[in-house]
C-alpha cells in the first residue's frame, strides 16, 4: 500500500482511538454490520479501503485494509467482505477474553 495511503488511513485510525469520528469515515454498509466502518482512499487510479469497528469501548480494532479489486460496478467483492465479518467476529471474542464485556 502506498505510504500516502497508510499516512491517510492512519490519522483516521488514530482520530478514532482517541474517540472522534474520523471525518472519512462512514458505515461499510454492503450487508456487514453496521457497527463496521470503512476508510476509502483514492492513489493512483487505485482505491483502498480500511475496515474497522469502535464497536467495543476500549478498543479500536482494523479488520482489513486492501485495494479494491472489484470487477464489477463498486461493490466490494465477496470473499473481501466474508473476511471482514470473520475478523470482527474475532474481535469479539478477543474483546471479551480481554475486557470481559
Known amino acids: 500500500m502506498p505510504e500516502e495511503v497508510q499516512d491517510v488511513f492512519g490519522s483516521a485510525l488514530l482520530d478514532a482511538q482517541y474517540g472522534d469520528e474520523p471525518e472519512s469515515s462512514r458505515a461499510f454498509g454492503e450487508g456487514l454490520p453496521s457497527t463496521i466502518r470503512k476508510l476509502v482512499e483514492d492513489f493512483d487510479k487505485d482505491t483502498y479501503r480500511a475496515a474497522y469497528t469502535l464497536a467495543f469501548p476500549e478498543a479500536v480494532y482494523v479488520l482489513h485494509v486492501f485495494k479494491k479489486k472489484s470487477k464489477?460496478?463498486?461493490?466490494?467483492?465477496?470473499?473481501?467482505?466474508?473476511?471482514?465479518?470473520?475478523?470482527?467476529?474475532?474481535?469479539?471474542?478477543h474483546y471479551e477474553e480481554r475486557y470481559g464485556a
Request: hydrophobic share 45%; aromatic share 4%.
Open 72 to 93: 464489477s460496478g463498486i461493490a466490494t467483492p465477496q470473499p473481501e467482505k466474508q473476511l471482514v465479518l470473520s475478523r470482527f467476529k474475532a474481535a469479539a471474542l
